[in-house]
Nanobody, 121 residues
């Protein structure tokens, strides 16, 4: 079994910064692409950013130039550095990852429980 645990959310003023972390643990054989998604109240979950196992990245237009996704493969951890935060960035942020468990050939998709980010003065 594989678990994804997010941390680093909180309350920040507009223009401020936060750094989210997503730690993967359990019977991890290979950790493939990882990504961040967010869901604001009354809205559908939306894509924020994604990073491949080789470091390739892509971002939603709404966060380009403000957010940076990265990963530490040795620690099975992904990060999201969020700068110049806006009130519209307020949402629950979810970690997502494609993982092949140890001893298995199957790649499964996992979600974390989410961490709240609130941007408000």
């Amino acid at each position: 079994q594989v678990q994804l645990v997010e941390s680093g959310g909180g309350l920040v003023q507009p223009g401020g910064s936060l750094r989210l972390s997503c730690a993967a643990s359990g019977t991890i054989g290979t950790l493939y692409g990882m990504g961040w998604y967010r869901q604001a109240p009354g809205n559908e979950r939306e894509f924020v950013a994604r990073i491949n196992s080789d470091g390739g990245t892509n971002y939603a237009d709404s966060v380009k130039g403000r957010f940076t996704i990265s990963r530490d493969n040795a620690k099975n951890t992904m990060y999201l550095q969020m700068n110049s935060l806006k009130p519209e960035d307020t949402a629950v942020y979810y970690c997502n990852a494609d993982v092949r468990s140890s001893g298995s050939l199957r790649i499964r998709n996992y979600w974390g429980q989410g961490t709240q980010v609130t941007v408000s003065s």
